[in-house]
């Protein structure tokens, strides 16, 4: 495995979600897996391809496509965060996958070599980019000819069921979520697929498939385990910063109630709802 830093000119993420997932990342993986698997299935991965992991995160999908492009493939995984990087070094290196670079840099900038790759792949990857027409011209200039992008990327928040039953349950206490601008990088970019999809055509990809992929997924153990994780959340404890303490149980205990119903022999078992997005330059 090759580690390449090119982060001159590249704001460092905050530390707290490197925090987060240290305590939360396996948590993470067991949710975000069923829509990974998806991704990797509508990217027709082969043996022998070249694969770039755009947002590669704690290396999951990356050690996932390296399986499946075998010994004479290579994946490389590229993600802004160091921190997240140092985790996917240790995934793969426990993995025993020997055909993987990890790259620390952004993909909206990033000099890939023209037609290096066979497939682009992201897990929750691309809502970030600064400028997302730059960011997936650059993507598609590093496609061969005949390859192909696949990507899972969220929907609303009032779109996925889980989230959604958190902020319903929460809103009495905390109010309505506001969802940032759909021009502002962020989880919640590509909320309009149909701007997703002009911004595809506009970068140079065609063939475009965009369809909603609903999947069951498992939360915790129990409603107990994940009002822990929730509160964990770095995204969750800026919202509650300087809420009152009624404010904050009220909430805390609507969103336990709300919880109840999913919760059983298997856990807390909810549906997570995404884009799931294919194209091709």
Same mark, same amino acid.
């Given at each position: 495995?090759?580690?390449?830093?090119?982060?001159a000119?590249?704001?460092?993420?905050?530390?707290?979600?490197?925090?987060?997932?240290r305590?939360?990342g396996?948590?993470?993986?067991?949710?975000d897996g069923p829509h990974?698997?998806?991704m990797?299935?509508?990217?027709?991965?082969r043996?022998?391809?070249?694969?770039l992991d755009v947002?590669c995160?704690?290396?999951a999908?990356?050690?996932d496509a390296?399986?499946q492009v075998g010994p004479?493939g290579?994946v490389?995984?590229?993600?802004?965060?160091?921190?997240?990087?140092e985790?996917a070094a240790?995934?793969?290196a426990?993995?025993g996958? @020997?055909n993987?670079e990890l790259v620390a840099?952004?993909a909206?900038v990033?000099r *890939?070599r $023209? #037609? =290096?790759?066979?497939?682009? &792949?992201s897990?929750?990857?691309?809502?970030?980019?600064a400028?997302p027409?730059?960011?997936?011209s650059n993507?598609?200039?590093?496609?061969r000819?005949g390859g192909r992008?696949a990507m899972v990327?969220?929907?609303g928040?009032?779109?996925?069921?889980?989230i959604?039953?958190?902020?319903?349950?929460?809103?009495?206490h905390?109010? @309505?979520?506001?969802v940032?601008s759909?021009?502002e990088p962020g989880p919640?970019a *590509?909320v $309009? #697929? =149909?701007?997703l999809?002009h &911004?595809l055509e506009?970068a140079g990809?065609?063939?475009i498939?965009r369809?909603?992929?609903?999947?069951?997924?498992r939360?915790?153990t129990?409603?107990?385990?994940v009002?822990?994780y929730?509160?964990?959340?770095?995204?969750?404890?800026?919202?509650?910063?300087?809420?009152?303490d009624?404010?904050?149980?009220?909430?805390?205990?609507?969103v336990?109630?709300?919880?109840?119903p999913?919760a059983?022999?298997?856990?807390?078992?909810m549906?997570m709802s995404g884009?799931?997005?294919?194209a091709?330059?």
């Amino acid at each position: 495995m090759k580690n390449t830093d090119d982060t001159a000119n590249q704001t460092e993420p905050d530390d707290a979600m490197a925090a987060f997932w240290r305590e939360h990342g396996d948590r993470e993986d067991i949710m975000d897996g069923p829509h990974g698997v998806a991704m990797l299935r509508a990217a027709r991965l082969r043996a022998g391809d070249r694969v770039l992991d755009v947002g590669c995160g704690a290396g999951a999908t990356t050690v996932d496509a390296a399986r499946q492009v075998g010994p004479s493939g290579t994946v490389i995984g590229v993600d802004i965060s160091k921190p997240m990087l140092e985790f996917a070094a240790a995934r793969v290196a426990a993995a025993g996958v @020997t055909n993987v670079e990890l790259v620390a840099a952004d993909a909206q900038v990033y000099r *890939f070599r $023209d #037609g =290096d790759f066979d497939a682009v &792949i992201s897990r929750g990857g691309t809502m970030f980019f600064a400028d997302p027409v730059a960011a997936f011209s650059n993507l598609a200039r590093c496609l061969r000819s005949g390859g192909r992008l696949a990507m899972v990327v969220p929907r609303g928040p009032y779109d996925d069921p889980w989230i959604a039953t958190i902020l319903t349950a929460a809103a009495p206490h905390l109010g @309505t979520m506001d969802v940032r601008s759909l021009d502002e990088p962020g989880p919640f970019a *590509f909320v $309009d #697929g =149909d701007r997703l999809d002009h &911004i595809l055509e506009a970068a140079g990809f065609r063939t475009i498939d965009r369809r909603v992929l609903t999947l069951p997924v498992r939360i915790g153990t129990d409603v107990d385990d994940v009002i822990g994780y929730l509160l964990a959340q770095p995204e969750v404890q800026t919202l509650l910063a300087g809420r009152s303490d009624g404010q904050v149980s009220g909430a805390v205990a609507a969103v336990r109630q709300a919880l109840v119903p999913y919760a059983g022999p298997d856990g807390v078992v909810m549906e997570m709802s995404g884009w799931l997005v294919t194209a091709r330059p």
